[in-house]
Nanobody
Framework: QVHVVESGGGLVQTGDSLTLSCTAS????????LGWFRQSPGQEREFVAS????????RYADFAKGRFSISRDDAKSTVYLQMNSLKPDDTAVYSC??????????????????WGQGTQVTVSS
């Protein structure tokens, strides 16, 4: 069983930056693929970014390209989501997800096996 915990959310203003962290314990972190998703009230969960094992391959949603950056530190069993130039539309609960087959890079939430509880990000105008 893999235990996933996110942190780093909060209330920020338009244009601010925020870094989310996610630790995944209970398994072999360096073999995992990792993804960030977000969900706003009344909206479907949507893909934000993903990173494969070794950190060599990443994927981003169109809205995240150029503003968000995903990275991983296998020594700390942690994946990060650096978010810059935040907008009110970025307000959502951000969740981290783990895919045990880390060689696969996927944007499909139903392919991820373990999830955290999420961390709220609120961007005020």
């Amino acid at each position: 069983q893999v235990h996933v915990v996110e942190s780093g959310g909060g209330l920020v203003q338009t244009g601010d930056s925020l870094t989310l962290s996610c630790t995944a314990s209970g398994g072999t972190f360096n073999t995992y693929g990792l993804g960030w998703f977000r969900q706003s009230p009344g909206q479907e969960r949507e893909f934000v970014a993903s990173i494969g094992w070794g950190g060599m391959i990443t994927r981003y949603a169109d809205f995240a390209k150029g503003r968000f950056s995903i990275s991983r530190d296998d020594a700390k069993s942690t994946v990060y989501l650096q978010m810059n130039s935040l907008k009110p539309d970025d307000t959502a609960v951000y969740s981290c997800a783990v895919l045990k087959e880390g060689w696969r890079i996927t944007i499909a939430s139903n392919e991820y096996e373990y999830w955290g509880q999420g961390t709220q990000v609120t961007v005020s105008s």
